[in-house]
Nanobody
Framework: EVQLVESGGGLVQAGGSLRLSCVTS????????IGWFRQAPGKKREPVSC????????YYAEPVKGRFTISSDRAKRTNYLQMNSLKPDDTGHYYC????????????WGQGTQVTVSS
């Protein structure tokens, strides 16, 4: 069974940092990609960043470029999203997911972790 469990969210002042973790199980971590999405109240879920563990290629949404860093620890089967210079606009519920590498292109999601940035 594929499982993803996020943690590391919290309340932080603007300019601060947080590191989100996504602990995974149940799939070939080395061969799949892991992504982070976020959803603010009243807004659609939007992509933040992703990494393909096979070749290490990464993607960052424009609003987070230069501030967020995605990485993977293969031994721990854990993905991280280091978030620096946080802004109130970064507030939202953050989810990690698997890319479409599963049979049928199924994507799996964690339950998310809340990030709140105060001004």
């Amino acid at each position: 069974e594929v499982q993803l469990v996020e943690s590391g969210g919290g309340l932080v002042q603007a300019g601060g940092s947080l590191r989100l973790s996504c602990v995974t199980s149940g799939f070939s971590f080395d061969d799949w990609g892991i992504g982070w999405f976020r959803q603010a109240p009243g807004k659609k879920r939007e992509p933040v960043s992703c990494i393909h563990n096979r070749d290490g290629s990464t993607y960052y949404a424009e609003p987070v470029k230069g501030r967020f860093t995605i990485s993977s620890d293969r031994a721990k089967r854990t993905n991280y999203l280091q978030m620096n210079s946080l802004k109130p606009d970064d507030t939202g519920h953050y989810y990690c997911n698997t890319d479409g590498s599963a049979p049928g292109g199924v994507m799996y999601w964690g339950q998310g972790t809340q990030v709140t940035v105060s001004s």
